[in-house]
T-cell receptor, first 112, second 115 residues
């Protein structure tokens, strides 16, 4: 499988601060990029997706994509204890199907 | 919104037996579904693509004779773990895209424990 790399963490961030999560991918032809949140024992839930270079904002979340550097990031502003979870970066490697390849995830811990 | 269900949510079976897991799209038709496996503190590993009316496509390293996939209708895919062993114990999750990879719905997962 094409690789998606993430730092496994844990990443500890004080409540109210900005959490920054990073991801790199190996397939330069990848078309779309996703950030999922997964709580222990649950299925992943989509936070954001991004297709184009640059930033995409949705509430407290901002996804950033740099295709030249094959780099995707997620910023969480005003971090809340409920944001504590594992964040999975995922990639759709091509536009031929809807397959999604996941990274190993970064465990985020928001400190109250 | 669209919902994908899985059944059972958890199952315990003895080594050597087979277990079937169902994945249903409840309010949309899914010509494609995906099966993932997740070991503790690991990521979701794509096992196979389930294609309605045709053979499943397996990812490299996944034994197709051990993990049988059937996608007999537009709303149901099944994964059968044959001759299960303790190392098959894992969290199995299915997903179904509706309009594209950005609109992909995940089932709640099935926790399989093989004793």
């Amino acid at each position: 499988q094409k690789e998606v790399e993430q730092n496994s963490g844990p990443l500890s961030v004080p409540e109210g601060a900005i959490a920054s999560l990073n991801c790199t991918y190996s397939d330069r032809g990848s078309q779309s990029f996703f950030w999922y949140r997964q709580y222990s024992g649950k299925s992943p839930e989509l936070i954001m997706f991004i297709y184009s270079n640059g930033d995409k904002e949705d509430g407290r979340f901002t996804a950033q994509l740099n295709k030249a550097s094959q780099y995707v990031s997620l910023l969480i502003r005003d971090s809340q204890p409920s944001d504590s979870a594992t964040y999975l970066c995922a990639v759709n490697p091509s536009n031929r199907d809807d397959k999604i390849i996941f990274g190993k995830g970064t465990r985020l811990h928001i400190l109250p | 919104g669209a919902v994908v269900s899985q059944h059972p949510s958890w199952v315990i079976c003895k080594s050597g037996t087979s277990v079937k897991i169902e994945c249903r799209s409840l309010d949309f038709q899914a010509t494609t579904m995906f099966w993932y496996r997740q070991f503790p503190k690991q990521s979701l590993m794509l096992m196979a693509t389930s294609n309605e009316g045709s053979k499943a496509t397996y990812e490299q390293g996944v034994e197709k004779d051990k993990f049988l996939i059937n996608h007999a209708s537009l709303t149901l895919s099944t994964l059968t773990v044959t001759s299960a062993h303790p190392e098959d114990s894992s969290f199995y999750i299915c997903s179904a895209p509706r309009t594209g990879p950005h609109e992909q719905y995940f089932g709640p997962g099935t926790r399989l424990t093989v004793t």
